[in-house]
């Protein structure tokens, strides 16, 4: 296989944009239509993300070990799609059709046989991933909704049960799916890992969000829900080691926040944490019973609400960072951020301003982790940086 | 800006320069940050419209495009049969031609437009209920202010030098209150009700719609435009 080949083969293809995923997923529902319902009907968000996961494969295809946990994560994490062995074939197929078609005369049997080399070498990777991942993890854990409080208009905070244990770290977000929407939603359960395996997540609904609608809108005790495997360890506390924290949290950004302050709390090492909790306006903080609680039971943690609006002086704005910053210098601390991305992107860009290191801010990527949402859901209106 | 650039897979960076191309979709729901109320900018309604228009014009050029690649490989196919007697394309009789699979892809497209649109509505609509219950817990505190204010005038007059400063703030806070909590009451009772309707709609929707995938095909027909 040549790789300079096939990368120039892959850069002249991907230069007609949103048309080659357009024109790849037609083919495959074509040439198998069966597919068709592994996915939902708005995929546009999904059709960037397959660019890009494939751009990345061919840009890598000459340090295949470098590619490799890159494509095990992916093939394991397919399964929560019902991606099966016998899928693979059918989407090389209809990939090989799409790059010969885009490449027209440039074409070749060289070229085709490039392509279905490398296509072969993932496949092999993504569907030995799933294999071994089906030893110690299903696809997705079934779980049952035990308490189902809206909070706010558009807030809702469940306690979920799944079937099996499903193992997370605090400060990770796990995959959440209804059986009637093909899609899945990224959420941070709030709280510690506990011992009868029950997570609690917070949940905004976003204007359109199939999900998160229906998560907040159309599900009561009793009710079944999906989660799958944990992804994230950017806001773990294991980068902070035993260092004192300081934690900002924006809206139902609060939700990993309140993981760490129990794992803090579980872990009784002692370790200062100051906690300031963002929400648009005074009627907003859902969860100040639990915040509340946790400051009166705990003499190492100090907790500060901020209202970033007040409906009696309109158009005065309070950020969340810039009241923390103003309170003190937390110059030593390990500081976490949680919230909408632009909550988040503006409390870095201060914090760096600030002289605060990259090294001691920990917060998520930006925008979705793209190949969870944009597999087969609705990605742009539900994304779990805007709901937060 | 809100359309996030594609950024990593859990936490491990996507190397190299990833290109984010302009699609109909990302015209679509693109967000302007507004300006502040100091600044200048331009009128939203005509941004909207303007953008709706690149959209609508990004996806026929984008069809147009497509048209003429499957044209061409049609053509290049007949040439090439011409030539050698065989076609190129057609050593995979599985492979659907580009024509076919470009109609699909159209009524795709069209699918997107109108998820995008009701999109666009909800957004609009959750917005205007958020500027409408601000400006009305404004008007509310106002008033019971007002209210307040008149009760506490008119007890000093009336008790005249007996007036007590405790008993008329207390009295100034209670009024103020109870004022508030019979708005809020009364908003909640607006706002369940919406809910309560927004959630019927919601269902109507869900049966009028069947689940897409299977046989039923994403969209309905193209029409002609």
Redesign the interface.
């Known amino acids: 296989m040549d790789a300079a080949r096939l990368k120039q083969s892959w850069a002249l293809v991907?230069g007609h944009?949103?048309?080659v995923p357009?024109?790849f997923?037609?083919?495959l529902?074509?040439?198998h239509?069966?597919t068709?319902?592994?996915?939902?009907?708005?995929?546009?968000?999904q059709?960037?993300?397959l660019?890009?996961a494939l751009?990345?494969i061919v840009?890598?295809v000459d340090q295949v070990d470098r590619l490799v946990?890159?494509l095990q994560?992916?093939g394991a994490d397919h399964r929560k799609f019902a991606v099966r062995a016998e899928h693979y074939p059918a989407v090389g197929?209809a990939l090989l059709?799409t790059v010969?078609?885009?490449s027209?005369?440039a074409w070749t049997d060289e070229l085709a046989a490039d392509w279905a080399g490398a296509y072969g070498v993932v496949a092999q990777v993504m569907t030995d991933a799933a294999r071994a991942a089906e030893a110690h993890s299903p696809p997705w854990w079934v779980a049952e909704i035990l308490a189902h409080e809206r909070r706010t208009?558009?807030v809702a905070v469940l306690t979920v049960r799944p079937q099996y244990l499903l193992p997370f770290v605090a400060g990770q977000s796990i995959g959440v799916s209804h059986p009637a929407v093909?899609a899945w939603r990224y959420y941070s359960p709030a709280n510690a890992p506990r011992p009868d395996g029950t997570v609690e997540l917070h949940v905004r609904a976003a204007?359109?969000g199939a999900v998160s609608?229906r998560l907040v809108?159309?599900c009561a005790a009793g009710d079944q829900v999906h989660l799958a495997a944990p992804?994230?360890?950017?806001l773990t506390l294991r980068p902070a080691g035993s260092s004192d924290v300081l934690l900002l949290a924006g809206g139902t950004g609060w939700a990993p926040v309140k993981a760490l302050v129990e794992q803090v709390a579980a872990e009784g090492s002692g370790r200062r944490v100051d906690l300031y909790v963002g929400a648009r306006?005074r009627t907003e903080f859902y969860d100040s019973e639990a915040i509340d609680k946790a400051a009166a039971a705990h003499p190492w943690l100090r907790v500060s609400y901020v209202a970033e609006s007040d409906?009696?002086r309109?158009?005065e704005m309070v950020r969340v960072v810039d009241r923390a910053l103003s309170d003190g210098d937390w110059g030593s601390r390990h500081v976490y951020v949680c919230g909408s991305?632009e909550m988040v992107s503006q409390s870095v860009a201060a914090l760096t301003g600030a002289g605060y290191q990259p090294g001691q801010v920990h917060h998520e990527?930006?925008?979705?982790?793209?190949?969870g949402s944009t597999w087969r859901a609705?990605t742009?209106?539900d994304?779990s940086?805007?709901t937060r | 800006m809100?359309?996030?650039?594609?950024?990593?897979?859990?936490?491990?960076q996507?190397?190299?320069p990833?290109?984010?191309?302009?699609?109909?979709?990302r015209v679509r729901?693109w967000q302007f940050v507004s300006a502040a109320?100091t600044r200048r900018g331009y009128e939203q309604a005509d941004v909207d419209r303007f953008r709706m228009q690149v959209a609508d014009e990004l996806d026929l050029l984008?069809v147009q495009?497509?048209h003429l690649?499957a044209e061409?490989?049609r053509l290049?196919d007949r040439l090439e049969l011409h030539r050698h007697g065989v076609i190129p394309?057609a050593d995979?009789p599985?492979?659907?031609a580009?024509k076919?699979?470009?109609l699909?892809?159209a009524a795709?497209?069209e699918?997107?437009q109108i998820?995008?649109q009701?999109?666009d509505y909800?957004?609009r609509?959750?917005e205007y209920a958020r500027t409408q219950y601000?400006s009305y817990?404004?008007a509310a505190?106002e008033e019971a202010r007002q209210e307040a204010e008149r009760a506490v005038v008119e007890y000093r007059s009336a008790a005249g030098q007996n007036a007590d400063d405790a008993v008329a703030t207390r009295e100034a806070l209670r009024i103020f209150g109870e004022m508030m909590m019979s708005h809020m009451r009364a908003a909640a009772r607006h706002?369940d009700d919406g809910?309560e309707q927004?959630?019927r709609t919601?269902e109507r929707i869900a049966r009028e719609v069947p689940?897409?995938?299977?046989?039923a095909p994403?969209a309905l027909p193209r029409h002609q435009r």
Request: proline content about 6%.
């Open positions: 991907a944009g949103d048309q357009l024109y997923y037609s083919t529902f074509l040439t239509p069966q068709r319902q592994m996915f939902g009907t708005d995929m546009a968000g059709r960037d993300g660019v890009s751009g990345h840009s890598h946990g890159f994560r992916l197929e059709a010969r078609h885009f027209g005369a208009f558009d093909r204007p359109g609608s809108y159309g992804v994230g360890d950017a306006s409906p009696l309109p158009g991305d990527g930006f925008g979705e982790h793209w190949y609705v742009n209106p994304q940086g805007v | 809100s359309v996030n650039p594609i950024s990593g897979y859990d936490a491990q996507v190397s190299g990833v290109q984010v191309r302009l699609t109909s979709d729901r109320f984008a495009v497509a690649r061409n490989e290049t394309s995979n599985a492979t659907p580009a076919e699979v470009n699909l892809s795709q497209r699918a997107e998820i995008a009701a999109h909800a957004r609509v959750a601000e817990l404004r505190a706002l809910s927004l959630a919601m689940p897409a995938g299977g046989d994403p």
